[in-house]
């Protein structure tokens, strides 16, 4: 059975105490390897190196950073197979998911960065007769990321390379759920010549090893990407050091579907947006609002379409989900089914668990589900299942509509779809959200602000704006 290390000052190490604990294939739910149960004595060794670390790769010049990340995302590419299936494995999703999405995004996510800190500038303000304002910007130190299993590599490396180019030193945790690919990152890291303790990855549990990072005063920032309460307990130990912090968080997103749209474009992009992934991107809409006119229409196409999406294992090329992620995770979604049917709603598809045979008859399967005839705001449709379940609501004006999609705690993304262009952005402008689709969805350029607003976090990832992140300003005035 494989054993996963720590990566603690440039070499695959046990944790401290020797703990592990199992790691399992949601696809077969069995046990198939082993991960570091690390402490606060293994951020402690991780800080000490990433101290020693931080004055020489923040004194390498960017160009020099830079090509050590590009070698780095040069090596994922070669083996972008073999991290595909491992990426499927940890975590359930198809392989042809993680091999078209997952793995190649963690490239560009090196790449993007690794090339953005080459033409990252800072202002200067003249003030005509007084003087002129320059503005520095530089790395804060010793930062820390903490991600989810949901995108395992994608994530991961959203928050650590830039961290990395603006010149930080990083301690990171996957989760515990899904560590195999930060695993293999950090053998790379390695091979492409990354210096001792610039990155330190440390796998285990996050009350144990993410709490500790959390509370070490020589943790500057705190990037994190989770689920709404795990954000609030890192905010509340976090925010009176006065760390800097980014919390990417949990999701509601609704769809708001016009009579006037592309209608096979919208139901096609639909099913993605509800299913991709089993339903398990922050960014899928699982609250469905569709105008009366088309409501049927849209029902019916939307419930078949839905019927013959396969459920299968995750290397079954034809399979369109695959297993979610943990047991405990299915049950969740499993009771979200439950209380939809306790508030009055019918399952119009879905609602169960799929066995599949032989050696995938223990796997977490669900089948895609749909649910109607619930009010906007009973708990359904306002808690966060983060699994293949949507409901859909008919609506009869703009503002209804704008009124349901507003109505919850989160504020993360929303699709709109309509062809009459001043709607479209009537409707954009007044929702409550940090990201908006119009007749489209997951179109990500990642020069653009990534967040959300309410309950769905605090600052912005992506482009510049996670440099400036991961880097402190300074003004300094010049009298003339
Ligand atoms: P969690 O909040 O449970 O965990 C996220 C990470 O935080 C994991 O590495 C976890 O470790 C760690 N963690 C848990 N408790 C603590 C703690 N006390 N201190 C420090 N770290 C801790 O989220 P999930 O992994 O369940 O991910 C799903 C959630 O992520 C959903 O709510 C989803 O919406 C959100 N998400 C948000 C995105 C966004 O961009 N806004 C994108 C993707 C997902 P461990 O694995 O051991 O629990």
Redesign the pocket.
Known sequence: MKVIKNYVNGQLVSPVFDKYIENIDPSRGKVYSMIPDSTAEDVELAVEAAEKAFPVWSSWSKEKRSDVMLKVAQLIEQRLDIFAEAESLDNGKPLSLAKSVDIPRAVSNFKFFATAILHFASESHYMESEGFNYTTRKPIGIVGC??????PLY?FTWKIAPALAAGNCVIA??????PMTAFMLSEICIEAGMPAGVLNILH????????A??RHRKIKAIS????????E??SS?AAPMFKKLSL????KNPNIIFADCDFDDALSTTMRSSFANQG????CGSRIFIERPIYEKFKAAFVEKTKNSLVSYPTDPKAKLGAVVSES?MQKILAYVQLAKEEGGTILTGGERVLLEGEYKDGYYLKPTIIEGLSYNCRVNQE?I?GPVVTITPFDTEEEALMMANSTQYG?AATVWTTNLKKAHRVADNLQSGIVWINSWLVRDLRTP???VKA??VGR?GGFEALRFFTETKNVFVKS
């Open positions: 903490i991600s989810p299993w949901n995108l994530l945790k996957p989760s515990e759920i899904t285990g549990l996050g009350h144990k090893v993410g709490d990072m959390t994190f990407t989770g689920g709404t309460k795990t954000g307990m890192i130990i990417e968080l949990g999701g398990q991107i922050c960014l995770h966060e983060f993360l990534f967040g959300g769905s976090g990832e």
